[in-house]
C-alpha cells in the first residue's frame, strides 16, 4: 500500500428524488420536481468539485397489491431534459442520467447523449440499466416481450451501436436484437463517446461493465464486501484488453454527518426511523414474503408464514435475491437480536454507510478507496434539496487536506475529471 | 387598442452544435417579447443538427418568459418517453414548454430504427394523434394536489389523485400513470404544422389526416399559406374545424438585410393578417435576422400598438391567451388556480 502514490477519490452526487433513502416528512425537505432543487443539488455538488452528478430513473411507478406504493416520494422529470437544463447553469460537473436499455431504441437514444454532450461541453454519461418486466413493459411499445436471459445482450449491442453511431460515417448493423442503418445528424461528441456507467449486480451484469462500462455504480458498501466485488470486476478486465484503472468502481453510499460521532450515531438513528415507518416497514415485508400484509403489526414479530416465491404482490422495483433466503436470515436476525417487525426492517435494510464526525467519515471514504474497496462514492443524501450542504462543506475540505480529492478542476469534460481518455474510433 | 398580434420565430441554424448560438438567437426573441420560438428535428441525417427538445432544455433557464417550443415526431418514438421529456421541459422552463408534433415519412428513417417499415402519412398523422391523446391523458394523470406530503398518515401521494389512462391503440398501449407530475401549464402547448394545400379539397389523405390532428390537439396552428387571400380562407376553414381556441399564426419568410426588407416585413406583417392570430417568422439568417426583429420590426409594431412591450404573463398559455385546461381526471371543481409550484419557482428566481 505505501509503495505507491494516494489513489484520487472520484465522488457523484446521487439526487435525492424517488428513492426510499429519501426523507420527505423532515420540514427542510423541498420538491423533488421543481427545477431549484435540481439546481440547487448540481450547484452544490460543483462546488465541492464533484466528478458527476447522478439521476435514476424508474419507467412505472411502484405497486403493492395492485396499488400505487403512496409511501416514498413518487414524481420524477426525464432525466435527459433536466440534465440540458443544468448544463446551461453549470460548467464543469459531469451529468449522468439513468436510461433504460429495454424501452428504448439506439439510434435515437446516441442522437440525444451525443447532442447533451454537445451542450454541456463533453460531460455527459449513460448509466445503462436494463429491464425485463413486463409490468414496466405496459407503458411502452415494445411491451414485456424481453427474457431475464436477452437483458444484458440487448444492452450490450446497444451500447455498441450507440458507439458506432457517436463515432460517425455511415453505420449498418445486423444483430439478433437491431438492425439498422443509419447516420447521426451531427458530429461526433466532444468526449468522443459519452461515459458508460453499468449498474447491475449479477454475474452478466459484472461481465457487461468489465467488456463496456467506464463506472460501475455498485451497491458494495462495507469494506470487506467491497474488496471483494473490485477483486471480482477488475480481474475480468484483461480479458477485454483492458487495464484496472479503466472501470472505476463507485458504490452507492449514504453518510450521516455530527460534531461528535455520538450526536451522527443519534441522528443516523433518527432518518432510519424517518425513512422506516410503521407502514413502509410493512411494504419491506410485503417484497420479501410476496403476500399481504397489512394487517401485520410493525411493532410485532415478523410474519410467521413462510414467502411466496415469484410472487407479483409487489410491481416495479428491482428484485432482491431469493425471498426463502432473504427471510431466513431476516428471522435469525430478528431472533438474535430481539427485534419487532419495524426494528428489524429498519436492522436489515441500513444502507447508512457513513457515520461520524467530519474527520470520520473523511477518514473512512479514503480507507476505502486507498484499500481498494472501491475508486469512489456516489453520494446518496437523504434531503432534497440541501442534503449535499453538509458533506460539501466540511468533508469534501478535509479529503483535499488528505490530498486524495481535487481542489480545482484540471480539465472540462466528465473524462477528464474520470482520468479516461477520449476512446479512439472503432 | 388594436387587436394584439402573436408573434414566434424558428431558430433553426443547420451545422450550429454550440448552446452560445442558440443562447444568443433565444436573447434576441426574448428581448422581442415573442411568444416562442421553435427547433425542427427529425431522424434524416441531413441537416446537421442536435435533438431539438434537449437544445431548449439547455435554454430555459437562461431565458425568463419565451416560449420554447421544440419538434419532436411521433412515428419512431414511445409516446411515453415524448410526454415526459415536454413535460420536463415545462417544469425546468416554468411552464414554458410546448410541443410541435411531427412525423418520419421517409424510408432512412425508417431504416435508422429497423422496426417497421415506411406507412402513408395518413397512417403516420393518426399515430401521431394517438401520440398527442397518450401525452395528454399522461400530464392528466396527476392530479394537481395529488401530491399531499401527509406526515400524519406518511402518505407523500393521495394514490386516488393519480390514475391509469389505459390507452390501447393499432400502434401502442400505454397503461399510465405518468412518472411525471402533471406539468406547470398543466398541459404544454401543442402546435401542429398546417399547408393551405392540406385543407383544399381533394386534398390527399395525408393531408386530411394531419388537419384532423390538428384540429383535434392543435392550440396553435403553423400554417404556410401564400398571400392574404390563401391566409384567410384557410384560417376560417381551421376555425370552422377547431373552434375559436386555435391560435394560428402564418409562416413568414424574414430575410431582413436591408432598411427596405425590414420595412416590407413590417408592412406585410401590419396589413397581411386577414384571419390569423399572428405570424411565425422564417429567418433566412437567424442571427441576423432575429437581432433586425428586435430592433427594428417589433419596435415599430409596438409603436403602433400591435404587439405587447414585454411579456405581462409568466408561461407560454399566458402569452398565447390560453387558459390552463381543467383535468379530465379530476372531479370538476371552479375555475383551476394557478400552479403555485410555478409561482414559487419565480420567486425563487427573482431574488
Ligand atoms: C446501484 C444500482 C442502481 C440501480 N439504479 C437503477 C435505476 O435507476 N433504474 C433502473 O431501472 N434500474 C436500476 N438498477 C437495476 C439494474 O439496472 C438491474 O436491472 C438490476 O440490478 C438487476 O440486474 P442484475 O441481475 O445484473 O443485478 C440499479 C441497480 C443497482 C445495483
Partial sequence: MTDRPLKQIHLAAHFPGVNNTTVWTDPASRSQIEFAS???LAETAERGRF???????????????GLIHDLDVVGRPESITVLGALAAVTTHLGLAATVNATFNEPY????RFASLDHLSGGRAAWNVVTSSDAFTGENFRRGGFLDRADRYTRAAEFVQLAREFWDGGLVRHSGPQFDVEGRLSLPRPPQGHPVVIQAGDSDEGREFAAATADIIFSRHSTLTAGQAFHTDVKRRLAAYGRKPDELKIMPGVTYVLGDTDEEATERAAEIRRAQVGPRTAIAYLEQVWGIDLSDHDPDGPLPTADPVVDSTVVQGRTRIGDPLEIAARWRAVAAEKRLSSRELVIEVTGRQSFIGTPAAVAEQLDAYVQNDAADGFILVPHLTPGGLDDFVDQVVPLLQERGVFRTEYTGTTLRDHLGLPVPGRR | MPRQLHLSAAVDSPGRFDAGHFTALARHAERAALDFVTLDDSYAPEPHRLDALATFARLAPLTRGLGLVPTVTTTHTEPFHTSISVNTLDWVSEGRAGWLIGISDT???????????????????????????????????????????DVATGRFIDRGKLHYIDFAGPHF???GPSITPRPPQGRPVIAVPVSAADLAPGAPAGSRARVETAARYADVVLLDAPGPAA?????????????EGLRILARLTADLPDGASISALIREVTEGGGGVDGFHLVPADPARDLAAVADHVVPALRERGLFRTGYTGTTLRDHLGLGRPANRYAPATPAPAAPTATAAAHAEVTR
Avoid at chain 1, 435515437?108 to 442522437?111: M, V, Y
Avoid at chain 2, 384567410?232 to 374545424?241: D, G, Q, S
Fill in chain 2, 231 to 243: 391566409r384567410l380562407t384557410a384560417a376560417t376553414e381551421l376555425r370552422l374545424r377547431a373552434g
Fill in chain 1, 38 to 40: 435540481f439546481r440547487h
Fill in chain 2, 173 to 175: 398501449s400505454v397503461r
Fill in chain 1, 51 to 65: 466528478d458527476f452528478f447522478f439521476l435514476a430513473e424508474g419507467l412505472r411507478l411502484r405497486e403493492v397489491n
Fill in chain 1, 108 to 111: 435515437e437514444l446516441a442522437r
Fill in chain 2, 107 to 149: 424510408e432512412a428513417q425508417a431504416r435508422a430504427f429497423g422496426r417497421k417499415g415506411v406507412a402513408p402519412a395518413d397512417e403516420l398523422w393518426a399515430e401521431a394523434a394517438d401520440a398527442a391523446e397518450v401525452a395528454a391523458r399522461l400530464w392528466d394523470s396527476w392530479e394537481d394536489d395529488a401530491e399531499i406530503r
